[in-house]
Every structure is written in C-alpha cells, then in structure tokens.
C-alpha cells in the first residue's frame, strides 16, 4: 500500500460528459503529480501541484483541468469527454516540489468512456 | 524532443534466468534515472534508481547499469523468479522536475517455472 488513495477506481461514462477523480496523498507530501496510461501513450504525466499551487504542465488537454485544496487532495476534471480519454489515470505523491526522488503512486482511476 | 526508449517490449525469461531490459534517452539534462515495477491492478512503485554520477548501481538482485557516454541504461534482474513477472518501465527526469518522469513505453515481463 503507498498510502495514495484514489476514487473512484471505476468510472465508465458517456461522451460529453464531465467526472473528477480525487486523490489524497500519502501524509506529510506536498506534492500530487498526475499521470494518464494509455495502451497506446504509456504513462505519461500530465500535471504537477506542490502545496496548491500549480508547478508544471505536460501534455494535458485543455478540457482537462486539476486543482490541489488546502487538505492537499487533489481533484482531476475531465470534461467534453472523448472515446479517447479512456485511460488509467494515476495520482501520485512525494514530499518534494523539485528535487527528484520517489513517487509513491496510487492504484489508479480507470475511466471508460462510451 | 524529450523521449526514452524502452525495449523489448516483451520478455519471457525462465525461472533463475537473467532478465535485461534496455532503455535509451535523447536529453542530455536529465539526470534521474529511475526504474518502476507494476503489478495488474495496482500503480507502478519505485524499483531501483541511480544518478549518472555512478555507473551501476546494484540492491539485492536488481542493477541499474548506466552508460552517459552512449545515453543508455539498463535493468539486469538476476536470479529472476516468478514473482518477478511484471511490467517495468524506466524513466528520466531533471533535477528541477523532480516528479516530471517522462516514461519508456514498459516491458512486460513474464518468468517461467
């Protein structure tokens, strides 16, 4: 167990349609860094809070947005969804908002949009 | 462009066999090198890593080997067991991005009894 909660663990939803995952992180980090897997992407990170304020930026659509709230959780938003959001969508946390070090990464939110 | 290259994508390897597992980077500024297992069902988790101030780096029987010179490393899984058979990705970051890890495409491991 990292210590990483993630909810829900399922979601299937329809096209256009909007749902936030949540994560809380491991106690005591400050970071929550957010991950999409796809079978034909990979892992790949979309975004980085430390502290509530937003770090870093990878290749995430403008539909999607994030936010980390003053308890540390963190909130994912997909919106105007797509058949190709369907993917496994990971939260992870660390202590640190630069130096490189562990991840501890939940077990996932895995979305299916019909 | 920042991409690390993973291969194979696929490896079946006997039970007390060594596993190897290559990766190749093209950005020269990152210098976090780390390995991640995951397991069906679960996130990946911190394997192994090293920094390319050593060239290997070796916890119980799993090496990192790191070559700066060609922007290679590996993974060699020594003795591999069935508990092994997993996917493992590497990965690369910079130090100012600490949790930025651009990620290889993952080898999926299986190990025979």
């Known amino acids: 167990d990292s210590g990483v909660t993630q909810t829900p663990k399922h979601l299937i939803t329809a096209t256009g349609q909007r749902v936030t995952l949540r994560c809380s992180p491991r106690s005591g980090d400050l970071s929550v860094y957010w991950y999409q897997q796809s079978l034909d992407q990979g892992l790949q990170f979309l975004i980085h809070?430390?502290?509530?304020?937003?770090?870093a930026k990878g290749n995430i659509l403008e539909r999607f947005s994030a936010q980390q709230f003053p308890d540390l959780h963190s909130e994912l938003n997909l919106s105007s969804l797509e058949l190709g959001d369907s993917a496994l969508y990971f939260c992870?946390?660390?202590?640190?908002?630069?130096?490189?070090?562990?991840?501890?990464f939940g077990e996932g939110s895995r979305l299916t949009v019909l | 462009q920042q991409q690390v290259k993973q291969s194979p994508q696929s490896l079946i390897v006997q039970k007390g066999g060594i596993s190897i597992i290559n990766c190749a980077y093209e950005n020269t500024a990152f210098d976090y090198f780390p390995w991640y297992q995951q397991f069906p069902g679960k996130g990946p988790a911190l394997l192994i890593a090293?920094?390319?101030?050593?060239s290997e780096k070796k916890e119980g029987r799993f090496t990192i080997s790191f070559n700066k010179s060609a922007k290679q490393f590996s993974l060699h899984i020594m003795d591999s067991q069935p508990g092994d058979s997993a996917t493992y990705f590497c990965?690369?970051?910079?130090?100012?991005?600490?949790?930025?890890?651009?990620f290889g495409q993952g080898t999926e491991l299986s190990v025979k009894p």
């Open positions: 990965a690369a970051s910079r130090n100012n991005q600490g949790g930025k890890l651009i």
């Open positions: 090293i920094r390319p101030d050593v």
């Open positions: 809070y430390y502290n509530g304020e937003e770090r």
């Open positions: 992870a946390s660390s202590v640190s908002g630069t130096n490189t070090g562990e991840l501890f």
